[in-house]
Structure formats: C-alpha cells, structure tokens
C-alpha cells in the first residue's frame, strides 16, 4: 500500500492502525467477521472503475462485458449454495435487500408482522423511525418471558387477530434457532407473504447447521458479511415468480449502478461458501458460541433463554449491578469488543441497556477453538468484576494480545479454518 501511503498518509494510518486494532482484540460482534484476502483483492479491484446500471446482457453503458461474467457468477453461485430460483446480487446492504421486497410486495398502508425491536427483531422490519415503520403498519410478535423463545402459538394468535400482509422471520439478536417451516404455515393460514431475513445466520444455512428457509419463504435476504464471511452487501433471494419485479424494485427502484466490484468479491465469498473448510468453520462457530456461554452461565452470568443455537448469544447483566454500556466500555479497554443490547422485557433504556451481544465469528474464523473460549470467558468475568482498575484492564488487554498474536487474521490460510 505505498501507493496509498504516499498519496495520503493519514488515511493509510488510519487503515494501519485498523488493522493493528483487529489484530489485537478479540472481536465478539456477532454481525461482524474478517474476510478472506480473495475477496479483499476482487472487492478492490478495477471493477469499481466501472459502471453497470441494468443487468447482465442488458445494460444501459458499452463495455460490460467482463464485469457481466462476474455478476452472472454471483448470480449462480448464490443460486447454487442456497438452492433459490432465483438471487439477485446488487443490494448495496441487507437494509436495502429489505426495502425492495417491501417495496415490491407491500403498498403504503399494509401491515407488516415482524419480531419486536427490543425482543431481537432490525430496524428494517418496521421500527418507526426507518422507512419501515413511516410506510407500513407494524405489529410485533416476541419472545417468552418465561423460556426466551418464540412461543408460536401465540405468534399464530396475533397472526389470526391483525391478518397482517407479510410476516417476517428474522432478527439481530435472537439466540435459537428459527423454525422457518411454522412461520410459513402461519403465513398461509392469513394469506400473507413470507420474508425470512437471514443476514446473521447466512453462513450456518449454508453449511447445513441451521434450517433452510428458502423452500418455505416468498423472499430470503442477507447481508452478504457476517456469518457468510463475504464484502459488506446485500442479496435476495425469491422464487422465480417474484423475480422479474424483485430486479425491477433494485434497479431501476431504489439504486443506480451496482458496485461491481463488491458483486465480483461476492462471487469469491459464494464460491468459498461451497468448500468443506467453510463448513467446518461453521460447525466450529457453534461450538464456540455454546462453550463461551455455558462457561459464562457457570460464572453467574443470566444467558438470555438459557442458551443458544447459534452464532451468538445475550447475557442480562441486571445481577450484576454493572450496565450494557458500562460492560461494553469496560471490556473495550481490557482489548474485548462487543456491543450492549436491550433484552426481552429490558426494564432499561435502548441507549443503556440491561444487556450485551455477542457471537463467536471472528474468533473462530481466526482458528481459535473451546480452550480459547474458557480463556476468553475467564478475561470477560475479570475484567467486569474489576471494572475502573485500568491497571487490572490493561493486564488483561496484553493477554489478549498476546493471544491473539498466536492467531494471525490473514495468512496463508487466512479466509479458512482447517
């Protein structure tokens, strides 16, 4: 990068400096991961220098020809680790796959039966604030006081009672796993549409670890990252019946030309998505996310619903007399990051919540494994109980790297764990 570094030296220190940060700390943000060095070089490739409104074979500029070939295996390769009719690959993000199958599928005025914000639900499935909730009529379902799951005998009550328009399974913050088939009977019961929004738990579909959606939904869409480990995108999948308006909602609808260059490292991702190192990776993500908890619980930490079934997990940190804020300030400075989040029934603020997310990914991309889980969970209960002893936090933060020194984020190996 001595391009870079020459042309403007504080944005190549920052990206340094970045780089320095990632390697160094463990990263427990459950929607964040590293992707492979395949997909880093086609995302910063030449193909951003190229613009491409339309779709492959009917573009509206000359000279698509060989960014046509990278879209068209995006394209297929999505296609193929999902089993869809059809995908398209040009959402800039997730929100955005969002708002065109809203779009495509929803007039101002309808309603929209989605997961409650505070519960685990995303801001693009009705929050009132988001596009969302300013067009569409939003009525929430949730979790169980009592287990923490998805009670969906009463999900099919309130489905019944408000005869929503789409139904939406999905969430940023729910620990278990979906049951994609009931949600589907519901939505048939009501005459309503499917959405599943998939953007966490991507990359366990495809390994075959969480079930599969698309034989059931309308409409799946992801972010591209995460657990799928691709560029920062979206993607949509549908049946073929929807296809022709879903790409009429994305272009022309809400976006111009697509970034070229995130569709071609999208298609690496896609492609290293079919590998058995992808699905080992995956099968380990499990583990870790299940160990880390389970040696939390075993520490007097509150797992929201007991447990987890997937990538990630919530603790309710209110017997600890410590807030979400303060344990994610707290475990920043001791080289720990994840973030708070409210908690079903969370008697706090959204701003200052009762609880913190967090999701085993990065780790495990990184090659660590259940050991290093019993390490990361004794340096989480350390630094909590010795929170405003930055000496204390500072020890534990050169622990950390030094641990993380042992599990280099890009190498030879870096886009898979053996």
């Known amino acids: 990068m001595n391009t870079l570094k020459n042309t403007d ?35 910063g490739s030449v193909m951003t220098n190229k613009y491409a409104e339309g779709y492959p074979g009917r573009r509206w500029y000359a000279g698509c020809g060989k960014v046509d070939i990278a879209e068209k295996l995006a394209i297929e390769r999505a296609m193929d680790i999902f089993g869809a009719e059809h ?3 040009q959402p800039h993000s997730g929100s955005q796959a969002n708002m065109a199958v809203l779009f495509s599928s929803l007039t101002p005025g309808n309603k929209i039966l989605s997961m409650d914000l505070s519960h685990g639900g995303h801001l693009t499935h009705g929050f009132k604030k988001n596009f ?16 923490g799951y998805i009670d969906y005998d009463e999900l099919r009550a309130i489905a019944k009672k408000t005869n929503p328009d789409l139904v939406i399974a999905g969430a940023s913050a729910y620990p278990r796993e979906l049951d994609f088939a009931k949600f589907k009977e519901i939505a048939d019961e009501v005459g309503a549409l499917f959405l599943a929004d998939i953007a966490h738990i991507a990359g366990l579909i495809v ?67 079919k590998t058995e190192e992808f699905r080992k990776t995956q099968i380990q993500t499990l583990k870790n996310t299940k160990k880390l908890a389970n040696e939390l619980k075993d520490k007097d930490y509150k797992i929201v619903s007991g447990g987890t079934d997937n990538h990630l997990f919530l603790i309710d940190l209110s017997n600890k007399n410590i807030s979400g804020t303060e344990a994610q300030e707290t475990l920043e400075k001791a080289g720990i990051i994840l973030n708070r989040n409210m908690i079903p029934f969370d008697k706090r603020t959204a701003n200052d919540p009762s609880g913190i997310r967090m999701g085993t990914p990065s780790v495990t991309t990184r090659g660590m494994k259940e050991p290093e889980m019993c390490q990361i969970a004794n340096w989480i209960d350390s630094a909590l109980n010795g929170r405003g002893d930055d000496n204390k936090l500072r020890t ?20 898979l764990v053996s």
């Open 9 to 43: 030296p504080e944005i190549f220190a920052a990206i340094s400096d970045e780089l320095k940060r990632q390697q160094s700390h463990i990263e427990l943000i459950a929607s964040e991961n590293y992707c492979s060095t395949a997909v880093m070089q086609a995302q």
């Open 87 to 89: 995908a398209n690959v």
């Open 207 to 273: 390994a075959g670890v969480h079930q599969d959606p698309v034989p059931y939904a309308d409409f799946v869409t992801t972010s591209t990252h995460k657990t799928l480990r691709g560029p920062r995108g979206g993607l949509i999948l549908c049946k073929a019946k929807y296809a022709s308006k879903i790409d009429q909602f994305i272009f022309p609808g809400i976006q111009g030309g697509p970034l070229m260059h995130v569709i071609a490292a999208k298609a690496v991702a896609f492609k290293e998505a």
């Open 396 to 415: 534990i933060k050169n622990e950390v790297a030094k641990l993380c020194s042992t599990y280099p984020i890009y190498n030879d190996n870096s886009a």
């Open 132 to 147: 969302s909730g300013q067009l569409y009529e939003k009525i929430t379902y949730g979790v169980s006081e009592e287990t």
